[in-house]
């Protein structure tokens, strides 16, 4: 089982910045052989999917933010955050902290761990 818990969500002005962490539980090996992801939700849609890094420190976007949002991991701290620079009003939702890996009871699957979410509210 993993614990993941995030920090440094908060209020900012439109085009501040911000830096979320997540901290997870559990064997620095597991950890290291995860991938990890940030997704964002706002009040009443879906959770979407903000930036991902592999294991190998290879990371993906979406497109909106590229340029923008950094994500980073710290394999010795079992760490991943992700910098987020010019926030935007409707980037305005709670974060969430993803870490996956295969099933080991069925490698043709994936499991995924969640933290509870820090909130990012970006108004003036």
Not at 95 to 117: A, E, M, R, V
Request: charged share 20%; aromatic share 10%.
């Amino acid at each position: 089982q993993v614990h993941l818990v995030e920090s440094g969500g908060g209020l900012v002005q439109p085009g501040g910045s911000l830096r979320l962490s997540c901290r997870a539980s559990g064997s620095r090996s597991s950890f290291t052989v995860s991938d990890l992801g940030w997704y964002c939700q706002a009040q009443g849609k879906q959770r979407d999917l903000v930036a991902i890094i592999g294991k190998h420190h290879d990371t993906k976007y979406v497109y909106s933010v590229k340029g923008r949002f950094t994500i980073t991991r710290d394999n010795a701290e079992n760490k991943v955050y992700m910098q987020m620079e010019r926030l935007k009003p409707k980037e305005t939702a709670v974060y969430y902290c993803d870490l996956y890996k295969k099933n080991p009871n069925n490698p043709s699957t994936t499991i995924h761990f969640w933290g509870q979410g820090t909130q990012v509210t970006v108004a003036s």
